[in-house]
Nanobody, 123 residues
Framework: QVQLVESGGGLVQAGDSLRLSCAAS????????MGWFRQAPGKEREFVAA????????NYADSVKGRFTISRDNARNTVVLQMNSLNPEDTGVYYC????????????????WGQGTQVTVSS
């Protein structure tokens, strides 16, 4: 069982940066691939970024490549999403997720989810 709690969301202007954190409970955190997803109002949840259990592999949605960076610290049971050059299209609720196996862009491959943190980017 893994419990996830996101933090770091907020209201920013276009071009600003935000750093989202996800704190995980459970002694098996290091065995899980971790992902970030987001959901904008009226839209389906979409993949943002993922990182393997070791941190050696990452994957990003095309819309965030070069702007967002995912990282993890297994000693502290945390995963971070650094978001730079934000634009209004990045607005949404951001969710942290944990899943066994290889990293995936598919939400149904993740077993545990946080409650989400709101990110709003004004133009």
């Amino acid at each position: 069982q893994v419990q996830l709690v996101e933090s770091g969301g907020g209201l920013v202007q276009a071009g600003d940066s935000l750093r989202l954190s996800c704190a995980a409970s459970g002694r098996t955190f290091s065995s899980y691939a971790m992902g970030w997803f987001r959901q904008a109002p009226g839209k389906e949840r979409e993949f943002v970024a993922a990182i393997s259990w070791s941190g050696g592999m990452t994957n990003y949605a095309d819309s965030v490549k070069g702007r967002f960076t995912i990282s993890r610290d297994n000693a502290r049971n945390t995963v971070v999403l650094q978001m730079n050059s934000l634009n209004p299209e990045d607005t949404g609720v951001y969710y942290c997720a944990a899943g066994r196996g290889y990293i995936s862009t598919a939400s149904n491959r993740y077993d545990y989810w946080g409650q989400g943190t709101q990110v709003t980017v004004s133009s």
